[in-house]
C-alpha cells in the first residue's frame, strides 16, 4: 500500500512538473515560437525589400529606413501604421501573412518616417485630442452619438464656444459646409470666436494626373468647402496652385475636373495657425470606358441596348449595370430641370481601377455619422452628364437614379481573395436576398451589415460631388451572383 502510494505521489510531481515546463515553454516564453538566426533574418529582409519595390508609391530609403502608412479596411479598422523592416523580418511571417502586408500598404498613403513624431496625447491642444478622437471612433456610433451630446446642449443653452467648434468641425467632415458656417458665425456673435480676423492666408499646390501618371493639363481646380472660392486650372505639367482664407483646424477638400475624366478629390486639415502652405495628394482622374448621347426634348439615345422607358425615364446599360435615369432627375448648376441634349461618360470601376482620389475620399454614414476613409469596392459604377456647352449637370438624391448592378468581384468575395476575416458564404447571400425579399425599400445597409455580421459584403457608397463625401446608402440584393438595386446620385443637395 505504502508503495503504491509513493508511484502515485511520485506520479503526480512528474504530472505537475510537466505541465509547469509545458505552461512556462508555451505561454510565458511567447507560445513556443522559435527564434530564428541572423541568416534567416538577412534572407527575410532581401525578401521583402524585393517585394516593395514593386510598391509604386514606396520609394527604396523609405523602405529599408522605416515609414509610417495611413491604412483603413472595409471594416473601419484603421489608422496610421510603422513600418520597421527589422520588426517584420525578425516576425518570420508566412507567406500569405506577408501578401496580406504588401497589399495593404499598396493601397496606403505612404508618409516618411522623418515627418511624424510620437506625441503623448496629452501633449496635444483640446482641439487636436478631439480631432484624433473622431478619427479612432471610425467603426462605431461614437461620432453620432457625439453630435447628437453636442446638439443637447444647445437645446438646453448650456454650450461652450468649444462646443459650437466642434459641431462644426462635425458638420464639415459630413460635407454640411451651410451648416458649418452657420455655426461658425454664432460662435463669433457669442463668443468672439471663428471670426473673420482670425482667418489665415494659405497656399495650396498640387498636381492632377491620369492613371498612367501622366499630367492633366487644364483640368479645373475648385475647394469644394468653401462657398464662392476661386478656382484655377493646371499648367501642361498638371501643377496647380491656389490660395484661400481659412480656420485652424478646418477640413479643406479640393476637386479636379476636366470632361473626358472622372472627378478626383483630395482633402487636409489646417492643424496649425502657424502653417502656411500645403501640399495636397495628387489627384488621379480616369478616362470613361463609354460616351452616349441622350435628349430629354426629343426623347431619343443612342446606343444599341438603351432605350426610353415609359416615355419618361433613360435606361442606359453597361456590362455590369443598367442606370433608370428620370428625364426630370437631370439638373442645371441653379436646380432647374435641363431640356435637350446631354452627352453621358460611363465608367465601370474594379478594385483594381478604381482611382485613389476616389477610393480616399471621406466618408459619411447617415446611421454611423462620420466612418473615416473605409470605402471599398468589389467593383462601382461611375456617370456622368454634361450639356453640349460643358456645363455638368446633377442629379440630386430627392429624385435619384435608380441603378442595377452586378458586382464586379463577386467570385473573389466568396472565395476570400482579398484576405477579409471569414469568406462570404452563400448562405450569407440566401439571407441578404431574404430580407432584400421580406423588407421594403433598400434595407442592406452598412448599419444592416454590421448588426449582422456580414461585414465581408461590401456596403454601397454614393460619390457627393458637391460635398467631395461618400455617403452610405441602403440596397436591394436580387439573386446569388451578386446583382444589387439601389439609388444613385451625384449630390445629396445640402
Known sequence: MKQKYLIRTAALVFILIVFYFAYSYF?????????????????????ILENLSFIENLGDIDARNGFWYESSDMFGEGGVFYFSLLDIAKKNLSESELDNLYRRIKESRIISRNNMRFAREEEL???????????????????????????????????????????????????????????????????????????????IRGIVADGKNNPIQSAKVEILSKDNADFVFTDKDGLFEMSAEVKDMEKIRIKASKRNFSEGVSSFVTLSKNKNEYFADAIILESPIEIITMNT???????????????????????????????DSLLTQNGATYLGEIDVYLYEFTKETMPDSLRAVDTFDQVIGYAGNLMETFGMPYIQF???????????????????????????????????RKPFTKDDMKLLIDISKE????????????????????????????????????????????????????????
Open 297 to 327: 426634348a426629343r426623347k431619343t439615345i443612342t446606343g444599341r441596348e438603351n432605350y426610353i422607358k415609359d416615355g419618361n425615364t433613360f435606361v442606359v446599360k453597361t456590362k455590369q449595370s443598367i442606370y433608370e435615369i428620370p428625364f
Open 27 to 47: 505561454f510565458l516564453s511567447g507560445g513556443g515560437e522559435k527564434e530564428i538566426n541572423q541568416e534567416q533574418i538577412s534572407k527575410n529582409i532581401e525578401n
Open 439 to 494: 423588407r421594403g425599400g433598400y434595407p442592406i445597409d452598412r448599419q444592416f451589415l454590421i448588426d449582422t455580421g456580414l461585414f465581408n459584403f461590401p456596403a454601397w457608397w454614393v460619390f457627393d460631388r458637391d460635398a467631395g463625401v461618400w455617403n452610405n446608402e441602403g440596397m436591394r440584393v436580387l439573386d446569388m451572383d451578386g446583382l444589387i438595386e439601389t439609388i444613385f446620385y451625384t449630390t445629396r443637395g445640402l
Open 386 to 420: 454634361f450639356t453640349p456647352n460643358e456645363q455638368e449637370l446633377q442629379v440630386k438624391k430627392r429624385n435619384p437614379i435608380n441603378l442595377k448592378y452586378r458586382i464586379f468581384h463577386i467570385k473573389d468575395l466568396f472565395e476570400d481573395s482579398y484576405g477579409m
Open 125 to 203: 491642444p483640446d482641439r487636436m485630442q478631439f480631432y484624433n478622437g473622431i478619427y479612432s471612433f471610425s467603426s462605431r456610433r461614437d461620432s453620432k452619438i457625439i453630435k447628437k451630446d453636442l446638439d443637447n446642449k444647445l437645446s438646453a443653452n448650456d454650450y461652450s464656444a468649444d462646443d459650437l467648434w466642434k459641431l462644426e468641425y462635425l458638420s464639415g467632415l459630413e460635407g454640411n459646409y451651410r451648416e458649418r458656417d452657420k455655426l461658425r458665425t454664432r460662435n463669433c456673435e457669442e463668443f468672439g470666436e471663428r471670426c473673420s480676423n482670425e482667418n489665415i492666408n494659405i497656399k
